[in-house]
C-alpha cells in the first residue's frame, strides 16, 4: 500500500512539472541558469510542484484511513 502512496506523489509531481514550467515562463517568473554556461532561462518557484506531490501523497494516506482503514498504527501519529 505504501508503495501506491509513493507512485501518487510521484506522477502527481512528474505530471505538473512540465505545465507548471510553460505557466512559470508565460507568466515571466524565470530566471538564468547560473550552473551552465549558456545560461539559459528556467522556470522558479519550481517547489510548488513538490508541493503538491506531498499533499497528493498526504491526501491519499488520510483518504485510505478514512474509508478503508487499512493502516491501524496511524491512529498513534495522527491523534
Do not use: C, W, Y
Not at 502527481?12 to 547560473?34: D, E, T
Not at 483518504?63 to 491523534?79: C, G
Request: glycine share 8%; charged share 15%.
Amino acid at each position: 500500500m505504501l508503495v501506491i502512496i509513493l507512485l501518487i506523489s510521484f506522477l502527481a509531481s512528474f505530471v505538473l512539472f512540465p505545465a507548471m514550467i510553460i505557466r512559470l515562463k508565460k507568466a515571466g517568473i524565470v530566471g538564468k541558469n547560473m550552473h551552465s554556461e549558456i545560461q539559459e532561462e528556467v522556470a522558479e518557484m519550481g517547489g510548488l510542484v513538490v508541493v503538491a506531490g506531498f499533499g497528493a501523497g498526504i491526501f491519499t494516506v488520510i483518504a485510505v484511513k478514512t474509508f478503508f482503514n487499512i493502516f491501524p498504527l496511524v491512529d498513534l501519529i495522527l491523534f
